[in-house]
């Protein structure tokens, strides 16, 4: 509260005489902010001051070996991953530290990483980060104040729009010294922004203010994390090497942490070959998304022999929104009884029985698998955020239960889906469907670039068929892809949209007006609409945990009845593959999954290659 504020509210009740007044408000204005070591979202961060590391890590884990992944998708042609140009290299964000870094293990707690210590405004207008004085990048140069008030600015003004979204309420970014940055907010009505200005990736303005940022490039730019940029070859591989004298290495939020002495990213344009690959010990670990490939695919001798396991993770967090997206900015998916009947044909329950061995669960809820998902009808606290946009939303919204695949048979929901159709104003000539007005027909042509989701496309595409629908399927290299969303061409991509157990201003992205037309945004769909708009501010400015599950229930009711995507399916854990010489600390923590906290057992390592190689 301002000195002018204090004054004036005493006056106002008369409390005290103003020679009082005046020495409270001073006492008032200088009682100082205290300096901590952590933040929490809504209550005080679980750790001590005085924590030595993550409860879930091996603080003594050993250090070397190495991890190859496979990056599906043709190639890359920038270290720059900050950027809207190009097709970003596999894993370089582990190239940069944070100001802050998180626990797995709590649902949305901060700990110091390059900052030391914290001061958060008990108004919440501002924050103050103390930086590690002996923080470097790889070159060796200082990390200080001023390279994250240049990091910042950058960012907002030639990166991502991502970022410009989800820093949005941040006013000004200062330097108070070589060692001390504030952040002030426009308003103090995102409890979550203090926390995520944290995850700011600091870069080094030394290194980028004489250099084009918005362009692609394959250079190694120093960072100030844990591993640098080793090797860089386009069209096959990318990578990171441990940094030995890691400035950061014995923090509490690292030890136990960054084990593995060289990251290495493979890149096949197939994801097929890269499981061959994966099969005959190039690849040494896999998260493995295809149920048929999980159910039935390890039946090869290196799995018989245990060198080769299967490990399930259970998710922390609310399942990820996978889904077909339309494409809201063409005519033909503008009503929503067309969007809701093509979501009709999308055959669920035959999928997960002939395709996907029936391990999956059909994801109805863009949060799903937590508290924050809406159920049945309205309550009165969602009803309250919905009511001043009645006018603008379904009636469905108020008045009717979430929408369900139901009936469950195939030959019924195309029945329901031809009504909608007909409803729209379409009719079926000479087998086609096409508007009565127009004449146009009903196209729909599916973007992918991965001929994995090929199978999951076209039974959904025979279905439109029936209807008169004219479909089809566009398979093309990653980087044509990435083209063509940027431009807004195509009918229907897939899509993804992951949560936290505490949403906040990363909604904006995924579903303002602001981001319609933004390129490279991540509301893929351009949808554009007060009352999600409204329902997204209201969630950011949510200051308690019930306010919180209010918006999102409301906000996940109105995109489900708008049927701005035909979701997918999810499985409730993460599935990895794996040569068995990697260490792990057990249980797993509870609200992610943390890499970084494996290690690798480099004798059984030197066994495998034995067995592989013969040496």
Same mark, same amino acid.
């Given at each position: 509260m301002s000195l002018t504020s204090i004054v004036a509210r005493a006056l106002r009740h008369g409390l005290v005489s103003l020679l009082a007044l005046a020495c409270t408000a001073v006492a008032a204005a200088e009682t100082p902010v205290p300096t901590v070591h952590g933040l929490a979202l809504y209550d005080a961060p679980a750790l001590p001051a005085d924590f030595a590391h993550f409860p879930y890590v091996n603080p003594d884990a050993p250090k070397g070996g190495s991890l190859t992944r496979?990056?599906?998708? *043709?190639?890359?042609?920038?270290?720059?991953?900050?950027?809207?140009?190009? /097709?970003?290299?596999?894993?370089? *964000?582990?190239?940069?530290?944070?100001? #802050?870094?998180?626990?797995?293990?709590? +649902?949305?707690?901060?700990?110091?990483?390059?900052?030391?210590?914290?001061?958060?405004?008990?108004? &919440?207008?501002?924050? @103050?980060?103390?930086?590690?004085?002996? $923080?470097?990048?790889?070159?060796?140069?200082?990390? /200080? =104040?001023?390279?994250?008030?240049?990091?910042?600015?950058?960012?907002?003004?030639?990166?991502? +729009?991502?970022?410009?979204?989800y820093y949005a309420e941040v006013e000004r970014v200062e330097a108070l010294d070589a060692h001390t940055v504030r952040f002030t907010f426009r308003s103090n009505e995102s409890r979550e922004l203090p926390l995520i200005v944290g995850q700011l990736p600091i870069l080094p303005e030394h290194y980028w203010a004489d250099r084009d940022f918005s362009s692609p490039t394959l250079e190694r730019h120093p960072g100030s994390g844990p591993y640098r940029i080793a090797e860089v070859d386009p069209g096959r591989r990318i990578v990171y090497e441990r940094v030995a004298d890691y400035w950061?290495?014995?923090?509490?939020?690292?030890?136990?942490?960054?084990?593995?002495?060289?990251?290495?990213?493979?890149?096949?344009?197939?994801?097929?070959? =890269?499981?061959?690959?994966?099969?005959?010990?190039? !690849?040494?670990?896999? !998260?493995?998304?295809? =149920?048929?490939?999980?159910?039935?695919?390890?039946?090869?001798?290196?799995?018989?022999?245990?060198?080769?396991?299967?490990?399930?993770?259970?998710?922390?967090? +609310? $399942?990820?929104?996978?889904?077909?997206?339309?494409?809201?900015? &063409?005519?033909?998916?503008?009503?929503?009884?067309?969007?809701?009947?093509? *979501? #009709?044909?999308?055959?669920?329950?035959? #999928?997960?029985?002939?395709?996907?061995?029936?391990?999956?669960?059909? /994801?109805?809820?863009?949060?799903?698998?937590?508290?924050?998902?809406?159920?049945?009808?309205?309550?009165? =606290?969602?009803?309250?955020?919905? @009511?001043?946009?009645?006018? *603008?939303?379904?009636?469905?919204?108020?008045?009717?239960?979430?929408?369900?695949?139901?009936?469950?048979?195939? &030959?019924?929901?195309?029945?329901?889906?031809? @009504?909608?159709?007909?409803?729209?104003?379409?009719?079926?000539?000479?087998?086609?469907?096409?508007?009565?007005?127009?004449?146009?027909?009903?196209?729909?042509?599916?973007?992918?670039?991965?001929?994995?989701?090929?199978?999951?496309?076209?039974?959904?595409?025979?279905?439109?068929?029936r209807l008169g629908v004219t479909s089809s399927i566009r398979i093309v290299d990653i980087n044509q892809y990435l083209n063509r969303l940027r431009n807004f061409d195509f009918d229907m991509v897939v899509g993804q949209f992951p949560q936290s157990n505490n949403p906040g201003n990363e909604q904006r992205e995924y579903w303002t007006s602001d981001y319609a037309e933004v390129p490279q945004s991540r509301n893929l769909m351009g949808l554009s609409h007060p009352a999600v708009d409204d329902l997204v501010d209201q969630l950011i400015r949510a200051d308690s945990r019930a306010a919180l599950n209010a918006a999102t229930r409301a906000l996940d009711r109105v995109l489900r009845w708008l049927f701005v995507t035909i979701p997918h399916y999810h499985s409730g854990e993460t599935r990895l593959g794996l040569w068995d010489k990697f260490g792990y600390p057990e249980p797993f923590p509870e609200y992610g999954f943390d890499l970084d906290a494996w290690w690798v057992d480099t004798q059984r390592e030197a066994m495998i290659d034995r067995r592989l190689h013969g040496r």
């Open positions: 496979a990056a599906v998708g *043709s190639s890359f042609d920038s270290t720059n991953p900050f950027i809207v140009r190009g /097709t970003p290299a596999a894993g370089v *964000s582990a190239i940069y530290d944070t100001l #802050l870094e998180g626990n797995p293990d709590e +649902p949305f707690s901060v700990y110091g990483l390059l900052a030391e210590g914290i001061r958060l405004d008990p108004e &919440r207008h501002w924050i @103050e980060f103390d930086l590690r004085r002996e $923080a470097r990048f790889h070159d060796g140069e200082p990390v /200080t =104040a001023e390279d994250v008030v240049f990091s910042f600015n950058l960012l907002i003004e030639e990166g991502n +729009p991502f970022y410009r979204g950061g290495r014995d923090l509490p939020v690292n030890r136990g942490r960054h084990n593995i002495d060289r990251l290495i990213y493979d890149y096949y344009r197939d994801r097929d070959i =890269a499981w061959e690959a994966f099969k005959a010990g190039i !690849i040494d670990y896999r !998260i493995d998304a295809r =149920a048929a490939t999980w159910a039935i695919g390890y039946d090869f001798p290196a799995y018989h022999d245990g060198l080769v396991k299967r490990l399930t993770v259970p998710d922390g967090q +609310p $399942a990820t929104m996978q889904g077909f997206v339309y494409n809201l900015r &063409r005519d033909k998916f503008q009503d929503r009884r067309v969007r809701e009947a093509l *979501s #009709l044909t999308f055959d669920f329950p035959w #999928l997960n029985a002939n395709l996907f061995y029936d391990t999956y669960r059909r /994801t109805r809820s863009y949060f799903q698998n937590s508290e924050m998902a809406a159920e049945g009808l309205p309550s009165e =606290a969602q009803l309250a955020l919905l @009511e001043p946009h009645r006018d *603008s939303l379904p009636v469905e919204v108020f008045e009717a239960a979430l929408p369900i695949d139901q009936p469950r048979e195939l &030959r019924e929901r195309l029945r329901r889906a031809y @009504e909608l159709l007909r409803e729209a104003g379409y009719v079926v000539k000479e087998g086609r469907l096409v508007h009565g007005e127009t004449g146009r027909p009903l196209t729909v042509e599916v973007l992918l670039f991965d001929t994995g989701m090929e199978r999951v496309v076209q039974p959904m595409l025979r279905n439109m068929a």
